[in-house]
């Protein structure tokens, strides 16, 4: 079993040490828009990120304690100071440190595939997750979703138009393989170099669509 390592990190948040929700303004010490990366996994993609947009502020969050880890170890070689990190799961840290409406961007990229058919109710984004999702995110938010795995692109794609409130910035197209200025994460290199191909989905929250 792997050990258990301690993050002393001044980019490390503890969840439980936050207000319900979060006082993110406060914590970054301006209020610049918020974008959120669920899942992200060693930080290559949200360190790429945020150094090319340093008017924004990034929460990536991660339930893989190593991950932080070496997120934060990261961050902190490149001297970033607009991204935190948490240890948290999706679901529980939105309903719990997240206001409604407060969310410019999420970013989700090579979520788990979970590649066994009894297993795929098991994946982290499906149209119920949407639709918890949409409520978190303010008018005009960016919702990006990439994966290496062609049968979750193709289901996402496909269920994303039924989402209300939702517009396709790819349209007509459900995904796309690239995806301009948008960096690799360390999963989508890796998959790349076997050859495989990254399912790309740009979606837009729709400004008129009603208060949830
Ligand atoms: C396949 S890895 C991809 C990591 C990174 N996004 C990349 O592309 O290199 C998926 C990551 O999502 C995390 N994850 C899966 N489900 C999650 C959830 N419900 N909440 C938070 N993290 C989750 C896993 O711990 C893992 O680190």
Redesign the pocket.
Known sequence: MQSFIQIDSPLYLRAEQLSSPANWAALFGNDNPLVL??????G??VAKTAADHPGRNFIA????NK?CFKTCRRLEKLGLTNVRVLR????Q?LTERISPGSLAAVH?????PWPKKRHRKRR?VNKEFLEFLLPYLAPGCDFYF?TDFDDYGIDVGEFMPQVTGMTNVLAPDLFRFDLEEYHL????EKFMAQGKSIHYIHYQKVTSCPPI
């Not at 989700?108 to 788990?112: E, F, G, L, T, Y």
């Open positions: 990366e669920i899942g992200a996994g060693t290559d993609f969050i991660d339930y893989y991950g948290e799961e999706a679901r840290f989700i990229n090579c979520p788990d982290l990439a994460s360390r999963y989508m």
